[in-house]
């Protein structure tokens, strides 16, 4: 299953992950499958120029320990210029893209929960690929509206996973994702500038409510003051010329996770400019013991150091340590 978002946000994979082609299916149901998910795509997409927009958001993140965490998020964009502000806890993120430059303050390394809210936000889609065999299309019914639900199996290396997509069957838009461990709601849709946007979100894990959005859009008034809502204190960072990723030298994988299936870990993490792993984090999924393992495992993997114009720099990575069963 390709992922994505509305509006991309870069980062460097270096997940560990093999795929394999799907088994024999009904073409003219894959077919319609793919057709559904490009209709959610195209609607909650723009196909042109927007007004300068300003996202708003509120989230709260729950532990598994049963502890609740809140955050706030305010983004604004207009044409090639974008603003990104997150507030969560003690942690607080500024940072201006300007064509030719990334002005940011000197926040730590994010934490996990903030990358679960930038991935599902301001709406997490995808498209399917050759790893997925589509079964069936099933009509429901979601928030009390009809819609489609595309059930599909996905192959992520030596792991089969059963999951469904639903789709509004009036509105195009997406309804439903539930992707492996993961399961997202989204709900409230309102047309923004022509595009559909939910307003409501829930992400559960493992069958248990992680994360929970609310946001809200706008258009903001032109002209953008963006140089008073540039970082004063802060750093600079230039677009690589060229830009050469970390290539893994070192990256050993666990002998087991024990009785059960294949269990992966998602991990992440800091590759520094002398090529080690650092920061290394994972968003608690229901496995303490393995989840510590990973992160153990990862923080001792060496890469050779990505390249910005030919020198070493240090840049962000999602790792995936693998659990193969006994």
Same mark, same amino acid.
């Given at each position: 299953?390709?992922?994505?978002?509305?509006?991309?946000?870069?980062?460097?994979?270096?997940?560990?992950?093999?795929?394999?082609?799907?088994?024999?299916? &009904?073409?003219?149901?894959?077919?319609?499958?793919?057709?559904?998910?490009?209709?959610?795509?195209?609607?909650?997409?723009?196909?042109?120029?927007?007004?300068?927009?300003?996202?708003?958001?509120?989230?709260?993140?729950?532990?598994? &320990?049963?502890?609740?965490?809140?955050?706030?998020?305010?983004?604004?964009?207009?044409?090639?210029? +974008?603003?990104?502000?997150?507030?969560?806890?003690?942690?607080?993120?500024?940072?201006?893209?300007?064509?030719?430059?990334?002005?940011?303050? /000197?926040?730590?390394?994010?934490?996990? +929960?903030?990358?679960?809210? +930038?991935?599902?936000?301001?709406?997490?889609?995808?498209?399917?690929?050759?790893?997925?065999?589509?079964?069936?299309?099933?009509? *429901?019914?979601?928030?009390?509206?009809?819609?489609?639900?595309?059930?599909?199996?996905?192959?992520?290396?030596?792991?089969?996973?059963?999951?469904?997509?639903?789709?509004?069957?009036?509105?195009?838009?997406?309804?439903?994702?539930?992707?492996?461990? &993961?399961?997202?709601?989204?709900?409230?849709?309102?047309?923004?500038?022509?595009?559909?946007?939910?307003?409501?979100?829930?992400?559960?894990?493992?069958?248990?409510?992680?994360?929970?959005? +609310?946001?809200?859009?706008?258009?903001?008034?032109?002209?953008?003051?963006? *140089?008073?809502?540039?970082?004063?204190?802060?750093?600079?960072?230039?677009?690589?010329?060229?830009?050469?990723?970390?290539?893994?030298?070192?990256?050993?994988?666990? *002998?087991?996770?024990?009785?059960?299936?294949?269990?992966?870990?998602?991990?992440?993490?800091?590759?520094?400019?002398?090529?080690?792993?650092?920061?290394?984090?994972?968003?608690?999924?229901?496995?303490?013991?393995?989840?510590?393992?990973?992160?153990?495992?990862?923080?001792?993997?060496?890469?050779?150091?990505?390249?910005?114009?030919?020198?070493?720099? /240090?840049?962000?990575?999602?790792?995936?340590?693998?659990?193969?069963?006994?």
């Amino acid at each position: 299953m390709a992922q994505g978002t509305c509006l991309l946000r870069a980062a460097f994979l270096g997940t560990l992950v093999l795929s394999t082609a799907g088994f024999a299916q &009904d073409i003219a149901v894959r077919s319609e499958a793919i057709r559904l998910l490009e209709v959610a795509n195209a609607v909650s997409h723009a196909s042109h120029p927007m007004l300068p927009v300003r996202e708003q958001g509120t989230f709260r993140s729950y532990g598994l &320990d049963g502890t609740m965490k809140d955050g706030h998020y305010d983004n604004l964009r207009d044409g090639d210029i +974008e603003r990104f502000e997150v507030v969560y806890g003690s942690f607080h993120s500024i940072s201006v893209h300007y064509p030719d430059k990334i002005v940011q303050n /000197d926040a730590v390394q994010q934490p996990p +929960e903030i990358e679960e809210m +930038e991935r599902l936000t301001p709406l997490l889609i995808g498209r399917f690929d050759k790893s997925d065999t589509i079964l069936s299309i099933q009509p *429901a019914t979601l928030e009390g509206r009809p819609a489609k639900c595309i059930e599909f199996e996905t192959v992520n290396g030596k792991t089969v996973q059963s999951n469904e997509i639903c789709v509004d069957e009036e509105r195009g838009t997406l309804s439903r994702w539930r992707v492996g461990s &993961d399961l997202i709601d989204d709900t409230d849709y309102v047309q923004f500038q022509g595009v559909w946007m939910p307003t409501h979100i829930r992400h559960y894990i493992n069958g248990t409510l992680r994360m929970e959005i +609310e946001q809200k859009f706008s258009t903001m008034q032109r002209p953008v003051d963006w *140089a008073s809502l540039t970082p004063t204190q802060g750093h600079t960072l230039r677009e690589c010329d060229p830009y050469k990723r970390p290539v893994i030298q070192s990256a050993p994988q666990p *002998a087991s996770a024990g009785p059960g299936p294949w269990y992966d870990v998602k991990v992440q993490a800091i590759i520094g400019k002398d090529g080690h792993v650092y920061e290394a984090a994972v968003l608690p999924a229901g496995r303490p013991d393995l989840e510590r393992e990973a992160v153990q495992i990862v923080s001792g993997w060496v890469f050779s150091p990505a390249l910005c114009s030919g020198k070493p720099a /240090d840049v962000g990575a999602h790792l995936v340590v693998h659990f193969p069963p006994q």
